[in-house]
């Protein structure tokens, strides 16, 4: 099954399950953020990849010129282990983590969880990649891909119990779009996956795809 089925799938059988008040409120936080146009503004195929450093989940720092010297960096941004969504994207990157290693690629995954929830998060699902922790999401606002939850969608999280304010570190209305890149060594964005929509996801084949498209090491 492929990642897009298995999403497709798991929508299908819990959204409707949940309060109609709820979901209206999501539906509509869903359309304006797609008519804002953000997806079409966040970085590109083309354009550089920010740098950033990072603490893992385990508090050691990571940072982007440190992977690039090693190779090309698969990088995906979630909105945290609280997403049943971004669970299963992880999940589905760990099942090709070998795959991606294979090429020469390190993957790295980043959201704007506490190191704690992250850790939590690794261990679960027994990630082998790298978890990082983005507070305040200054990284994915680099990248373009940070945002403002409105109130009333805040409120509907809350009222799930997600407890942001905590597992965001006091920073409990921004969230990134769900977003994947394929980096080169030297920094550019060779393939990119930005979507407003939580549901979808990067699938990992085309990840792999554009890994064996990347131009020969020089």
């Not at 209206?24 to 950033?52: I, N, T, W, Y």
């Not at 294979?102 to 998060?121: E, F, K, M, Y």
């Not at 940070?146 to 809350?158: E, G, K, Q």
């Not at 080169?184 to 084949?205: G, K, L, M, N, Q």
Request: aromatic fraction near 8%; proline fraction near 7%; charged fraction near 20%.
């Amino acid at each position: 099954m492929s990642l897009h089925d298995e999403l497709t799938a798991f929508f299908r059988a819990h959204y409707p399950k949940l309060p109609a008040a709820a979901r209206e409120v999501m539906d509509r936080a869903g359309r304006d953020l797609a008519a804002s146009g953000q997806a079409e503004r966040a970085l590109c195929a083309g354009d550089k990849a920010p740098h950033f450093r990072l603490p893992t989940a385990t508090g050691e720092i990571v940072t982007l010129d440190a992977l690039l010297s090693a190779g090309p960096v698969v990088l995906t941004f979630y909105r945290g282990a609280w997403c049943p969504f971004c669970n299963l994207a992880l999940r589905a990157l760990q099942q090709h983590h070998a795959d991606i290693t294979a090429r020469g690629a390190r993957l790295v995954a980043i959201s704007p969880q506490v190191p704690d929830a992250s850790l939590t998060l690794t261990e679960k699902h027994a990630l082998a990649f790298d978890v990082l922790s983005d507070l305040g999401s200054d990284t994915a606002k680099q990248y373009g891909l940070s945002f403002d939850l409105p109130d009333d969608l805040a409120a509907v999280y809350d009222s799930f119990g997600f407890d942001l304010q905590r597992v965001n570190g006091g920073h409990p209305y921004t969230l990134p779009l769900p977003a994947t890149y394929v980096i080169d060594r030297d920094a550019t964005i060779r393939w990119a996956f930005v979507d407003t929509d939580y549901t979808h996801r990067a699938e990992p084949s085309d990840i792999l795809a554009a890994l064996d498209a990347l131009p020969p090491a020089r």
